[in-house]
């Protein structure tokens, strides 16, 4: 994993060489506080088995990472990224309707997301932009956890590489000398589960066991700062 993610790192510095002479480059560093709001098909995943149930609910998470943006035209740019996405979970768990148990997890991935972006200026330096795109993210740990009070326990394989839908809307206020800020939400749909959780209740003499897949959809709050723009012309 530590080769993969030096290689993604070398990789967008590279574009970022191969495209400064050209256009518009602007690198930029981003924060994404990622939300628990079961809205658009964010929701919970539910636990099943025979005699144990319950509920996997996203709780508050974490993104961020740093973004190369290339502008094409003044209204038009192109976004790619690197993020270390950490993804938390709180699973509320019942066994044969009598003993109760909470577990929490996290899991950790790595993302890199590549959007097209379409401005529309509002003023002589805000902006609106609405983007679409794609993310891919690589696993960086799998799921191993233990109620405090021992009674339940959680396992889970991550996929490996997952792919997502990305979408995307945001305000940009933009200065000569500061940088940009921007301010956004970005919706997260991965084309398949998260992963497989387990969870077992470890009560001696009645272990049981339930299943359910983890959802990796999310809503973020997009947080970034860009730094000043560089304008260079390619030599002939």
Known sequence: MKKLVTYIILCLFSLHFAYSQEGLITFGLQYKPILP???????????????????????LGHNFGA???????????LEAGLNY?????????TLDDTLDGELNFGVVTYEIPIQGLVYVRLSDQFYMNVATGFSMNFRASDIGTTSDDKNFSALGRIQTVNLAYVANIGFEFRTKESGYFYLGATLTN????????QVKSEVEFNSKTALADLSGNYISVDLRYFFHENKQKRAK
């Open 85 to 93: 996405n950490l993804r938390n979970f709180k699973v509320n768990a």
């Open 190 to 197: 991965p084309f398949r589960p998260l992963g497989l959780v």
């Open 37 to 59: 709001f079961k809205i658009l098909n964010v929701s919970d995943s539910k636990l099943e088995g025979d005699g144990l149930a319950g509920t996997i609910s996203p709780t």
């Open 67 to 77: 973004i190369i943006r290339r502008g094409f035209t003044k209204n038009i740019s």
